[in-house]
């Protein structure tokens, strides 16, 4: 997943690069690196809240940014997502 948010972001590829960190983040979580997940699911929010060609993902940012909220217990952030 780093070689391929990389790749996208040699290329200009804001779109794909989004969706692949986002894959990445989420497999951050899984490993239970939460801070270092949380971090990556601001900065996505931030992003994909920014610019107008990445709207479509803000929901999943959210998404995934609220179950690592609730794996850590922290449920009323995990609601605010």
Known sequence: LKEAVRVFKRL???LNQTVAEIRLANTIHWLRRYDEADEMFRQLIE???????LHG??????QHAGKCKMDQGHFDAAIFH
Request: glycine share 12%.
């Open 47 to 53: 992003r994909t809240q920014g610019d107008p060609t």
């Open 12 to 14: 200009g590829d804001t």
């Open 57 to 62: 993902y803000l929901d999943f940012a959210h």
